[in-house]
């Protein structure tokens, strides 16, 4: 097994489609990937298994992505995960509020699917 397949994400997406592509891109890539499709379930997957990273949209149902954000980094197990935003909310106060809450980086919707990729790599190599 490689390195690369033993790193975890979890996708806290609501559009099915977008959770769809995304999480067959990267398990293709070797990695994990649980999908959550709210906010109160994202939370409790990510303080549950623990991931390597966190893909998060801010447009969630039942709870904000600012505020899943703001949790995870004010939880002592969750603190130091990494958390890329993925989101149409690009206005540079949605982006600074998205920094606020403690995201690690930003990647506006649309996006190419190539260059989440390579963040990715660069969260875990």
């Known amino acids: 097994m490689s390195e690369t ?11 099915k489609e977008l959770a769809v592509a995304l999480a067959g891109v990267l398990r293709l890539k070797g990695y ?6 709210d906010g109160v379930l994202g939370l409790e997957t990510v ?3 623990k991931p390597d990273l966190v893909l ?4 969630l149902p039942k709870l904000s992505g ?6 995870l980094k004010t939880d002592n197990i969750t603190w130091r995960i ?3 935003v993925l989101s149409t909310l690009t206005k540079p106060e949605q982006i600074d509020r998205a920094k606020q809450a403690g995201a690690d980086k930003f990647v506006p919707k ?16």
């Open 66 to 71: 600012y505020e899943v954000c703001r949790l």
């Open 5 to 15: 397949a033993k790193k975890r994400i979890v996708l806290i997406e609501d559009s």
């Open 110 to 125: 649309p996006y190419d699917l190539d260059s989440v990729i390579d963040e990715v790599v660069k969260f875990l190599p």
């Open 56 to 59: 998060l949209d801010l447009m």
């Open 82 to 84: 990494p958390v890329m």
């Open 32 to 37: 994990e990937v649980m999908i959550a499709r």
């Open 47 to 49: 303080k549950r298994e």
